[in-house]
T-cell receptor, first 112, second 117 residues
Framework: GEDVEQSLFLSVREGDSSVINCTYT??????LYWYKQEPGAGLQLLTY?????DMKQDQRLTVLLNKKDKHLSLRIADTQTGDSAIYFC????????????FGSGTQLTVLP | DGGITQSPKYLFRKEGQNVTLSCEQN?????MYWYRQDPGQGLRLIYY???????QKGDIAEGYSVSREKKESFPLTVTSAQKNPTAFYLC????????????????FGPGTRLTVL
């Protein structure tokens, strides 16, 4: 089973905000990441958040972290067609040689 | 430009054949990783290497082998023992091996799509 869970699909209209959610299992995770994957390509790191932070904003991207509920979200403001991609959240598990564990990915489709 | 390259982009293999996927990085990173991606699933770790001449099995190492003779290179061999090798394979690297206090941010190559005919 997945240690990191995401819903598989999300559709939004161009110009709206997108919110992609993720739940993780390891409460001692130090860093949590969001990666973007465009069709047929590798993963691109979008942003990360350190576990002692609640929120991080970087231009159109806002990451919210709720440690109590082990919930991570990525908000994309003013979503554009170029934002259509698969978005993965990932956590670093302690005691696992600091490997990344990835969620299954959320396919974001931006409709015109 | 620094980065990670994977070759080939597409690879076709007949059943029963071994095939080797190339991964090269010029980022001077110590750690390198191989992942497998299947549709609708996250990335699953096949092998990783924290330093030259050393590597460890990941979650799905059966049917795969690796070597790390040079810092910049981490080739993956998909053997005939791998029962369902058709997938998208991603290589990644990070600046520090395990145990570091930093982010362990991983940088990814463009991937190789392997199809078994």
């Amino acid at each position: 089973g997945e240690d990191v869970e995401q819903s598989l699909f999300l559709s939004v209209r161009e110009g709206d905000s997108s919110v992609i959610n993720c739940t993780y299992t390891d409460s001692s995770s130090t860093y949590l990441y969001w990666y973007k994957q465009e069709p047929g390509a590798g993963l691109q790191l979008l942003t990360y958040i350190f576990s002692n932070m609640d929120m991080k904003q970087d231009q159109r991207l806002t990451v919210l972290l709720n440690k109590k509920d082990k919930h991570l979200s990525l908000r994309i403001a003013d979503t554009q067609t170029g934002d259509s991609a698969i978005y993965f959240c990932a956590e670093v598990l302690t005691g696992s040689a600091r490997q990344l564990t990835f969620g299954s990915g959320t396919q974001l489709t931006v409709l015109p | 430009d620094g980065g990670i390259t994977q070759s080939p982009k597409y690879l076709f293999r007949k059943e029963g054949q071994n095939v080797t996927l190339s991964c090269e990085q010029n980022l001077n990173h110590d750690a390198m990783y191989w992942y497998r991606q299947d549709p609708g699933q996250g990335l699953r770790l096949i092998y990783y290497s924290q330093i030259v001449n050393d590597f460890q099995k990941g979650d799905i190492a059966e049917g795969y082998s690796v070597s790390r003779e040079k810092k910049e290179s981490f080739p993956l061999t998909v053997t005939s023992a791998q029962k369902n090798p058709t997938a998208f394979y991603l290589c990644a690297s990070s600046i520090e091996p395990s145990g570091g206090a930093g982010r362990n941010e991983q940088f990814f190559g463009p991937g190789t799509r392997l199809t078994v005919l």
